[in-house]
């Protein structure tokens, strides 16, 4: 018989909103939990800020831990950046984590989601190019000499477009665009300092493992003493659609957090974690130490 890897699984839908937000395009989150042989529906929320969201997050997350749950916490952003960009961005130590410790020391996001993610990005293309590159996307108002409301350059082997994961989700935006229509690179600029906020947290850090920077492109060691695994969701690698009068964001995280339950409960979310049989070693390598992957990319049907 199939043991579950976890107990518990969280979706997230992140949002980079300036102001605090509810309904549409804003922040979602679904947990679902086993329950005898089913699963049930523990919390479907929509919290208004950036900060509610990772105060509520970091308090479900202790509580299921403290009930022995082991929980799969997955995020709709982007959990690092392609091969170099640590580096470039002059970043010191490990790639993903120096781009970790590297956004939260820059990033400045309030209580009310005021944040200054076009300020930094500007920060970054300055270190990186000298000018509007690689970040791209933002009001015309924001516009300067280090960062352009349109894309102006073409990207290359020293700073790629897309990560290796993106490949394999053509639909999947870059993580450089950080403005208009399909946009993720300003939830990732304000998202991962949450991440950083939630594997550091002191009673969380002891049991929360990153995947698959901290566990490889493989399911977490059963000889650890883990119970929170964090990882990159994209709820578009499925085609949902809402019914009318339904918001989407909020099926969505639903809709993944059910479909990777399933899937865990038929043994199947190993091969997920395991990434596509196709890479490489030092495709493994770079992914693990720096770019990160999209959970399900070239394993979901």
């Known amino acids: 018989m199939t043991r579950n890897i976890f107990n518990a699984y969280l979706i997230v839908d992140w949002s980079a909103n ?8 804003s922040i979602w989150y679904c947990l679902i939990q086993r329950h005898g042989r089913g699963l049930r529906r523990g919390r479907l929320c929509n919290p208004a800020t950036r900060r509610q969201a990772r105060d509520e997050i970091a308090d479900i997350l202790k509580n299921l831990t403290a009930d022995g749950q082991r929980v799969l916490a997955g995020f709709d952003f982007p959990n690092g950046y392609p091969a170099g960009f640590a580096r470039a961005a002059g970043f010191a130590g490990p790639p993903w984590r120096a781009v970790w410790d590297g956004l939260d020391a820059l ?10 993610r076009f300020a930094v990005a500007a920060v970054l293309n300055q270190r990186i190019s000298g000018g509007p590159f690689p970040f791209w996307g933002c009001p015309s108002h924001r516009q300067n000499a280090a960062l352009s ?46 991440l950083k906020a939630l594997r550091d947290d002191p009673e969380l850090a002891p049991k929360t493992l990153v995947w698959p920077f901290e566990t490889g492109l493989a399911s ?8 929170v695994v964090l990882a990159e969701v994209y709820p578009s690698i499925l085609k949902i659609k809402a019914k009318t009068g339904e918001i989407k ?18 043994g199947e979310l190993a091969g997920d974690l395991a990434g596509p049989d196709s890479l490489s070693r030092m495709e493994r390598a770079l992914i693990g130490d720096e770019e990160g992957w999209i959970l399900g990319a070239g394993t979901f049907a």
């Not at 977490?220 to 119970?227: I, L, R």
């Open 107 to 116: 990033i400045q996001d309030g209580a009310d989601n005021a944040n200054n």
């Open 249 to 266: 964001d909020a099926v969505q995280v639903e809709t993944i957090a059910r479909y990777l339950a399933r899937r865990d409960g038929r």
């Open 18 to 25: 300036a102001t605090p937000k509810r309904g549409a395009d």
């Open 220 to 227: 977490p060691d059963p000889g650890q003493p883990w119970q």
């Open 149 to 194: 409301a349109r894309k102006t350059h073409a990207y290359d082997e020293i700073m790629p477009e897309r990560r290796r994961c993106e490949a394999w989700l053509p639909r999947s935006q870059p993580c450089w665009k950080l403005y208009t229509t399909g946009s993720v690179g300003s939830q990732s600029l304000v998202g991962i300092p949450v």
